[in-house]
């Protein structure tokens, strides 16, 4: 230990130096907070591109940042300088840490997804504060090097800021220091606008990383006044004129043959096709031998594996909704189909009870709070529901949202047991949602993310292999038709991208796909034929002998003859991002940030490796052709403005708007 830092003054100094810089920074405390803003910027933007090795890309990233928060930092230095009253000074200090705080967001964002944040992206947060807060704080720890350099830096600017706030230190302005300043900050800003045209053609037109190019909070900003940056505007809600039917709306009817199998539906959460062993190439491109999904690909062999499918939505709750009504969720970024309805919509469950009189259940390990899902599931007909809630033991849960699946063995048997007659059970997963933790009994954690990511993955397997054992052990294999589909997949950076929600990559539009059907379907095919997630109700419904035809759905039977010339529609969920559809080979993506179409030959270039972007007359027709289609995916919600409903006895549901929240009850009464 230095001999200096014991003496009893040695504090005192170092008090008096943080005083003395306080002192220097404190009078310009507005200037200080947007240089930190800037400065967050374009080092979270050199990591990334450090990170994915895309230096040559950087100045096309950072220039735009310079140039408007320099121009901020201008208006803010002669606002304060033109008034130089407190009042002032303090507008100045809080616009500049709105500013610094965006930047902050941003930064974490941009490290976990590979993507800038925008204002839409919070509404989760909003919605569900808890589980989201969770999530957070799950990343927070799972990245502590970043969530150091972001968070305690952060502390001390924010120290600062009230400080400043509190007691605002008038800056003493040397005229010509500060015309040069303000000069230089000028030149400095029409360089970088000069360099933006020169330094964007740096970068790379394969792999699409534009969206760094802006700057997150003009990008901020301009997505609430620009409707180029969304597909949908208030508008488009209150006019939308497209209405689900009830129950009680259709009418069934069946083809001279029809079987009474019972349907057995597994709902895979965030799978990507290929790291499922239904991917044809996935042994060779891993090239160790290794099987990641061995049951999920004997159930395929005694079926019909679809390879070629993808989710409408690639968010869990819209996923939901159509692959269990066949029908297209609304692409937009609300939960609209969680608001509790006065009779449940045609489903597959509503349509099996009504035509054959099945009984319904809908398991899952995920808890029912999350997204309502207990008024999804109230609006899809289900009989009964039972969530993690309903486990009633803690040793149990997994991460911050799932359970152990095996753990629904039990109820799901003695729910099976309960009656004779046929049944529609649909089991929702878990495990593979982040965080990807599997229980403790199967095995040591593994380390890396993607390497978790798998675990779960091959965990999943053995639970499908186990619930498909406990079926054989009632006696129930052969006379029921036995599913499991993915609800989207999930991206780790093969894009420079993570997550689900504003990707349009394979990687996450491509579901798994297969089903098993004793007698009804011939093993081991293999469709290649393009398909969506709302296909599955009518593929299913017409194998037990309903005809299909007049159920208006919006899918097909996948089973069946496809058009050659079918568009299979897709997009994220948030509102800001991309869309498109995939017609014989070909995938066409609309980005409206950028107000591009983009295509990918995928016969070709199934890693979506070259990107041709579309010139703006040809771009303009499938721009609006894609638009238009998810504007009128929006339906209608009959149901008052706001409101609270009890489900399935032991959930409270309470909604506003197209937003709905349940409570577990059943502990409370």
Not at 509 to 538: E, F, N, T
Request: proline share 6%.
């Amino acid at each position: 230990m230095n001999e200096q830092s014991l003496q009893p003054g040695a504090p005192r100094e170092r008090f008096r130096l943080i005083r003395r810089v306080y002192g220097l920074l404190a009078p310009r405390a507005w200037s200080v907070i947007v240089f930190a803003a800037l400065f967050c910027s374009l080092a979270v933007k050199l990591y990334h591109a450090l990170r994915y090795g895309l230096l040559r890309e950087y100045p096309s990233w950072i220039l735009t940042d310079i140039a408007i928060l320099l121009s901020l930092e201008v208006v803010l230095a002669l606002a304060c300088y033109r008034w130089p009253r407190k009042a002032v000074w303090r507008a100045a200090m809080i616009v500049a840490t709105i500013t610094c705080t965006w930047s902050v967001m941003n930064a974490g964002w941009l490290i976990r997804t590979g993507t800038q944040i925008l204002p839409m992206e919070l509404l989760p947060w909003l919605r569900d504060p808890i589980n989201i807060t969770k999530l957070v704080g799950l990343n927070l720890i799972r990245m502590p090097v970043a969530a150091a350099a972001l968070l305690l830096p952060s502390a001390v600017a924010l120290a600062f800021f009230f400080s400043a706030l509190a007691r605002p230190l008038p800056p003493a302005y040397e005229p010509r220091t500060f015309r040069t300043k303000i000069v230089f900050s000028l030149v400095a800003i029409v360089v970088a606008i000069v360099g933006i045209a020169a330094a964007s053609r740096l970068g790379s037109a394969q792999i699409t990383a534009a969206g760094l190019r802006f700057n997150c909070q003009a990008r901020a900003i301009l997505s609430f006044l620009l409707p180029e940056y969304r597909h949908l505007v208030r508008d488009d809600f209150s006019n939308a004129t497209r209405r689900i039917p009830y129950a009680t709306d259709v009418e069934v009817a069946f083809k001279p043959r029809r079987v009474n199998h019972n349907v057995v539906i597994v709902v895979l959460e965030g799978v990507q096709y290929r790291c499922t062993s239904l991917a044809a190439n996935h042994l060779q491109s891993d090239g160790d031998g290794y099987d990641p999904t061995p049951y999920l690909a004997t159930v395929a062999s005694q079926g019909v594996c679809f390879t070629n499918a993808r989710s409408v939505v690639t968010h869990t709750t819209k996923a939901l909704f159509g692959l269990l009504t066949g029908r297209r969720p609304g692409a937009c970024q609300d939960i609209g189909e969680t608001v509790p309805v006065a009779q449940p919509y045609a489903s597959l469950a509503t349509i099996l009870e009504k035509g054959m009189g099945f009984r319904t259940a809908f398991f899952q390990s995920p808890t029912g709070t999350f997204e309502s899902r207990a008024g999804l599931v109230h609006n899809l007909g289900y009989q009964k529901f039972y969530a993690r809630e309903d486990l009633k033991d803690p040793n149990a849960f997994v991460g911050y949202l799932g359970a152990d699946e095996f753990a629904l063995l039990e109820p799901i048997r003695d729910w099976i047991r309960s009656d004779d007659k046929p049944f529609l059970l649909t089991v929702m997963c878990s495990v593979t949602h982040d965080p990807y933790e599997v229980p403790s009994w199967y095995g040591e954690m593994a380390g890396t993310l993607p390497d978790r990511y798998r675990q779960t993955i091959a965990y999943t397997d053995k639970f499908i292999q186990a619930l498909d054992v406990e079926l054989a052990s009632l006696g129930l294999a052969d006379d029921t038709i036995f599913c499991v589909v993915g609800d989207h997949g999930e991206a780790f950076g093969e894009h420079r991208i993570h997550g689900h929600e504003r990707v349009a990559y394979e990687e996450v539009l491509r579901i798994a796909m297969c089903i098993r059907a004793p007698l009804l379907i011939v093993p081991g095919q293999r469709i290649a034929s393009p398909v969506s997630s709302v296909d599955l109700v009518p593929t299913i419904l017409s194998l037990l002998g309903f005809e299909v035809a007049g159920l208006d759905f919006d899918g097909d039977d996948a089973l069946g003859p496809l058009p050659l010339d079918r568009k299979v529609y897709f997009a994220g969920w948030m509102q800001q991002g991309p869309s498109g559809f995939v017609q014989d080979g070909n995938k066409f993506v609309y980005e409206p940030e950028q107000n591009r179409v983009s295509l990918f030959r995928l016969r070709t270039d199934p890693l979506e490796m070259s990107r041709f972007d579309l010139p703006e007359y040809v771009a303009k027709g499938f721009s609006e052709e894609i638009v238009q289609w998810r504007r009128g995916t929006i339906f209608r919600i009959d149901q008052k403005p706001a409101g609270s409903m009890t489900l399935f006895g032991s959930w409270s549901c309470r909604w506003n708007g197209r937003i709905s929240n349940v409570r577990h009850i059943a502990a409370d009464q």
